[in-house]
Every structure is written in structure tokens, then in C-alpha cells.
């Protein structure tokens, strides 16, 4: 298993993100080049090299990187982290470039789609954000929208080159965070497939505790009835379980939840309800649940309250629930002094037992469903990863994590040893995080060629011009990323 691992200068540049070197296989004319520095289109340029795609054509204008994924007529998807259109801590410039993946990793990406198909496609970037988030201003704060423009005219109309918000629904709040209602969103336009993996489902082994299921912010019946009676059912985007090749490109960030949000967490992005994901099993450890690290009646208050307080509409909500919640993590604290996790609640912790299970079946569906939700021994679709590392994100990730100067371009098409990889590159340790320690790589249905063994994966590595091959556990981190409060001095090197 092959990963490349390109450091680059810590560096977005403007859009619609030309190349700043008319490379030899560049599809469109010199007028398209840069006058200005683009190392993120080299970089992707470099990975894509280092992963010896077409490498005997490298360097000249027969170089066609995706030539061994598509082909004129193909069908294909980049899935992109646009989680939100601002930073919850800090809605700056930096802090949105920690937030979601930058629409300069995608540019290249599209430029040798087009190369492979001779614009002759149907390429559609999709993604899922979290129900209060501005798909059209992540589009437009990202540049993504200037590409695509850019993209259509070069082309002149010979594919099809779309967007695809893929909720069905979009919460509507007020400036003070109160919500007033839905709004109907037109969601995929190829609608969802509904996907059983029964008894291959990862959740079997705590399927027992299926009336603790949680998803958050989501009727509770209606995750608990997608996993019962030995059924456990994923609603999936149908335009990228129709396509030939998925291109999955995630931010290089913490998250809360899974300790790491990176290739494998990205996809979770494909579901059209998310009502069908487990988060989290309801209560503490000692009554079968993994919500919080430590049961008390103050936790099991502090993780209900929220939602059903927005729920009241024009309510100044924040004025009610900060003073709330700080009134109640105090009386959390003054009850158990010497508790580190006394406070943590939502799943947000390393002891989450459920998530990691629910990330991998969406995984193992990705690979494996049809676009009619059939499951089938062999991987349906062609798949590429590329994180974006430029900029990574820290500490209360995935909605407000802080800028990490991180400078790197991964890639491979193995996402387990792709994350792996990035995890060092964060200072984490692998084994101790569940979503990529627990994978099972014996099971019917599979997404990762890793099993156990790191002397598998062959990292190659670019940095100062110079090309080295490394060993995962000898991979120095650029940056030791602080993890999210719940993770924290449990999954560091």
C-alpha cells in the first residue's frame, strides 16, 4: 500500500487557482497560468507522481494520471469536508482555511479528471454540511464556484460539471441561533438508496444496546428502528453510488468524536438521513452507554437541553444555554473534583464505542453497494484519496478548530493507510484511536488492504525536492495537533 507525502509551502493561493508552471499535459492554453506562486496545484501535481500513476508518460503531454480510473463518459464524484461556512470560534480568513477543504487541492483534481475523459464526463462535486450551514457561501468562500465557471468555459459544454448539496433540508436560524424551521432543499438529484448491510454491520456486536442508539439533533425512534430486528440500514447519495470514481478529499483535522476527521470520517458526508448514524449510545459506561466518560444526572441534562431550547424559536437561546451549561459543568466539577472527563458529553470522547462502528459500515457501502444499494463481494467504483494538509485544523474540531501551518498534500487509494499516515504527520498515535485501530480486516466487506501491520504501507516522501521512501512509525510529525478536550494526553505519540 503506497502513500505520498508531499510538503509544500504553507500557502492558498488565489482563485480560480491556476498553475504557475504550464506543465506539459496542462490542458488549456498558457493565457490560463499564473503569474503568481501556486504550490498546492504542484503539490497535488507531486503526490498524484509519487503514487506512479501513468509514471512511464510523467513529464511529457501523454502523462494522464486517471487514465486507469475513467474514460470518456464516466461518472465521477469529488467529495470535498465542506462541514460549514464559518469557524464556530473564530469567523476569520484562517480559521474558515482550518475549517473546510480548499477549493485550490480540488482545482488539479478537476484538471486531470477533464484530461482523462477530454471533458467528456459527468463530474459532480458533493458533500453533506451540517443542517445550518450555507452550502452556496462554502462554494463561494472557498473559490470553488470561480473554478467550476472557469472549468465550463475551457471545456465548452462537452461534460457535465455540477454541485450537489445533498441534505434534503436546511435549518433556519436567527442571529441569536434560535431555529425558526426547515427549508426544503432539493437534495440529491438522483434521491438515495437505501442500504442493508444486516448481519456485516459493524454495530452487531452492541446491537443489544440498539434502544441507546443516539444520532444528535435527530428523533431518536427513527435511529433505533434503522438498526433493529437484524436489519441496519445507511441512506446513501445515489449520485456517488452511481459513479466510477470517487475522489475523496478531507481536511486535516481532530474531531470530537473520532479523535481524527480524515479520509474514512469524510464519507459520512455520502448520507442523505442522517437520522440512520449512530453517534453514540445514550448514558455512561455504567449503564451501557458511551455518551459520557462519567455518568451523573448533571451530564444527561447538559446532553438534552440544547437542542430542545432552539427548538423554541425566537428565544435568545445563547443568553439561556452558556449560563445554563456553565452553571452545570461547575456543579459537575464540584461534584467529582478529580475527574478529567467529569464534563464530556455528546460521544465527544475517546471512549466512544459506537461512531467508529457506524464510520466504518459507511465505508464498507461505499465500496461495496451498487447504485440500486445491492452489496457486492467486489469494490463497485474506482476510489482516490487527497487530504488537504495546507492548512490542518486543532483542538475543538471539527466546527471550530484552530489553524495548524501544516503544509502537506496526502494521498493514496487505500483510505485506512492514508489516515494511518496522516495521523503521524499529526503527532497522533493510530493505535490508540478506535476508528482506525478497531478495523477488521477479515470481514466480508472491506475497505483497507491494512491489517495490523505497518511495514504494509510504503510512504513516499517529497520534501526540499528530495524523495525518500519511510516506514509509518518513523514518519516526524510537522506539527504536534492538539486533540479535542476529550481525546486529550489519550491519543498523542
Partial sequence: MKVSVVKTKVHYPPAPFHPSEQYPEYPYSKESISTRENPVYAAVRNALYLMDLDSEHYGTPDWNPFGEFVKEGSRIVIKPNFVNHYNLSIDDHSHFEALVTQASVIRPLIDYVIIATKGECTLTIADLPIQTADFDMIVKRTGLDQVIEFVLDKTGGRGTIGLADLRNYQLMIDRSGAILGRKKQPGDPLDYALVDLGSHSNLVPIEKDVHLFRAPDYKNTITVKMHSSGVHWYSLSRTILKSDFFINVPKLKVHRKTGATLSLKNVVGTIGDKSCLPHYREGGPNAGGDEQAVSTLINSLRGRHSFTLRRLGRIPWRLIIRPVGRVLMRLNQMAHKDQ???????????????????????????????????????????????????????????????????????????????????????????????????????????????????????????ENNKIMKQQIDNIRPVHSFEPSPGWKKHIEL
Fill in 340 to 462: 478529567n472527563l467529569i464534563n464530556v458529553t455528546g460521544g465527544d470522547w475517546y471512549g466512544n464505542d459506537t461512531v467508529w462502528r457506524m464510520v466504518h459500515d459507511i465505508n464498507c457501502i461505499l465500496f461495496h453497494s451498487d447504485a440500486q444499494g445491492v452489496l457486492h463481494d467486489k469494490p463497485q467504483r474506482q476510489y482516490l484519496t487527497v487530504v488537504d494538509g495546507i492548512i490542518g485544523g486543532e483542538g475543538e474540531g471539527p466546527l471550530s478548530p484552530s489553524p495548524v501551518a501544516s503544509g502537506v498534500i496526502v494521498a493514496g487509494i487505500d483510505p485506512l493507510a492514508v489516515d494511518i499516515c496522516c495521523t503521524r504527520l499529526m503527532g497522533l498515535d493510530w493505535r490508540k484511536i478506535p476508528l482506525f485501530a478497531k478495523y477488521d480486516s477479515f470481514q466480508r466487506y472491506t475497505f483497507s488492504n491494512f491489517n495490523d501491520n505497518p511495514e504494509q504501507i510504503e510512504v513516499i516522501l517529497s
